[in-house]
């Protein structure tokens, strides 16, 4: 079946814009993550979706980047004021359930450069 | 708080060579551990865990681990290294602390893999 799948596979913008960065999950899956992986590094942590809500976004590093999934599905990643830091590769993964015993699978990414 | 530290940021070995990525972890409550392997332009994928019970782990395409709780380590090895398993490698821990069961990872900074011929 289908993985789970990010949109735009790259992204390019100017400092200072908006940006909006998606994840589709594995149907089915409950739990959602988004991390964040800056160069030469392991991914971080960002947020946590259960069905709808967000039931861990202290990895969210300013009030800057926020995060929604309306439908319980479709996840999107929200940045404002964009700057040259914020530039990374940003991951999403799904299980079917939260819990460290239910494996996460990961998309792709999203790669996004702030000029 | 948990943490995890990969010793090695790159390592390189021969083709049919044992394969030996270090991992050692940090946390206040018994871990979860995790490999998981990235190949270029693909997705994490999970090469194997511990959660409960025997500490020796096998996973997929060779690899295993042991969790050793003493050490705070849980080592990557691999008999014979093939070509394919170039990629970069991380290990990660989560947990159930505090009684949220969200699995959240924390990933270490990842070993890259190379293999020659």
């Known amino acids: 079946g289908a993985g789970v799948s990010q949109t735009p596979s790259n992204k390019v913008t100017e400092k200072g814009k908006y940006v909006e960065l998606r994840c589709d999950p594995i149907?089915?899956?409950?739990?959602l993550y988004w991390y964040r992986q800056s160069l030469g590094q392991g991914p971080e942590f960002l947020i946590y979706?259960?069905?709808?809500?967000?039931?861990?976004d202290s990895g969210l590093p300013n009030d800057r980047f926020f995060a929604v999934r309306p439908e319980g599905s479709v996840s999107t990643l929200k940045i404002q004021r964009t700057e040259r830091g914020d530039s990374a590769v940003y991951l999403c993964?799904?299980?079917?359930?939260?819990?460290?015993?239910?494996?996460?699978?990961f998309g792709p990414g999203t790669r996004l450069t702030v000029t | 708080a948990q943490s995890v530290t990969q010793l090695g940021s790159h390592v390189s070995v021969s083709e049919g060579a044992l394969v030996l990525l270090r991992c050692n972890y940090s946390?206040?409550?018994?871990?979860?551990l995790f490999w998981y392997v990235q190949y270029p332009n693909q997705g994490l994928q999970l090469l194997l865990k511990?959660?409960?019970?025997?500490?020796l782990v096998k996973g997929i395409n060779g690899f295993e681990a042991e969790f050793k709780k003493s050490e705070t380590s849980f080592h990557l090895t691999k008999p014979s290294a093939h070509m394919s398993d170039a990629a970069e490698y991380f290990c990660a821990v989560s947990s159930n602390a505090g009684g949220t069961s969200y699995g959240k990872l924390t990933f270490g900074q990842g070993t890259i893999l190379t293999v020659h011929p």
């Open positions: 149907s089915g899956h409950t739990a």
């Open positions: 979706f259960q069905g709808t809500g967000a039931a861990d």
């Open positions: 993964a799904s299980s079917l359930e939260a819990g460290p015993t239910y494996e996460q699978y």
């Open positions: 511990y959660t409960t019970g025997a500490t």
């Open positions: 946390s206040s409550v018994p871990p979860y």
